[in-house]
């Protein structure tokens, strides 16, 4: 019994060799510790069922439990792990009594249909709201809307994708590889992202806000800004198009 809990008729039950695997006892001693429950109050049995489970050919004991019983069991369990499990237990029992309580609909052959083309105009409306207010591309905010309402619907929005048209002017050039471009080099030849920024922000085309660099109104046309998320950190990333080469008055390296 892979899961936490399960359903046994029309109880969520879990079982006493579930219980000692993830709490770390000795079955042998869970089963000690549900008859001592057993024979201690009799009203206890109602949370309780006997049965066997076969391992080579064998039979062997073991209790199913609902989650007063479960309750009863695991009252005097103590420490951190111990804890931990009592809450993804609760968590467990809560999730699948909520599912077997919630009506399950008949299929409808039309309700897919309608829900994808409802998805597609919220992914409309979503990539316009990330276009206006993070001043993103309209490929980059159709993307991202994809992915966001493809999720909240548990649609694959992968075939969508394919439709994005192509950027005409894309931002692909970082720093590091316009200091290439340009022959901002350091004495060993590498290309100095540092001096790249700097004659970027000479131009008027970002500036620094806190330890990142953001672009200004001038720059949206030469770059556009990626978010990112990496090791816990959120922020930007400028990606520039191969227009602001122009900008620069010493010559460039093609």
Not at 218 to 245: A, C, D, Q
């Amino acid at each position: 019994m892979n899961e936490l809990v399960t359903i046994n008729g029309k109880q969520v039950v879990t079982s006493s060799r579930n219980v000692a695997e993830h709490f770390e006892k000795e079955h042998k001693h869970v089963l000690d510790s549900i008859r001592a429950i057993l024979a201690a109050e009799n009203s206890a049995a109602k949370f309780f069922h006997e049965t066997t489970y076969e391992n080579r050919g064998k039979q062997y004991p073991e209790y199913l439990m609902n989650r007063d019983g479960f309750a009863l069991l695991v009252m005097g369990f103590t420490g951190k792990a111990a804890l931990e499990w009592k809450m993804k237990y609760i968590d467990a029992f809560n999730a699948m009594e909520k599912s077997i309580k919630t009506p399950q609909l008949a299929p409808n052959p039309h309700y897919r249909t309608r829900m994808i083309g409802t998805a597609v105009r919220d992914i409309g409306k979503t990539a316009e709201s990330i276009e206006r207010v993070f001043a993103v591309k309209h490929g980059m905010a159709l993307a991202s809307a994809m992915e966001m309402v493809g999720e909240s619907y548990g649609i694959d929005t992968a075939p969508l994708k394919r439709l994005i048209p192509a950027e005409e002017s894309p931002g692909y050039l970082n720093a590091t590889m316009l200091a290439g471009k340009l022959g901002l080099l350091s004495k060993t030849g590498n290309p100095k992202a540092a001096d790249a920024n700097a004659k970027l922000a000479e131009l008027g085309l970002q500036k620094k806000e806190g330890k990142e660099w953001r672009l200004t109104d001038k720059g949206r046309e030469y770059g556009e800004e990626k978010p990112f998320t990496r090791n816990g950190h959120s922020g930007y990333n400028i990606g520039w198009n191969e227009k602001v080469l122009v900008l620069f008055e010493q010559p460039v390296k093609v």
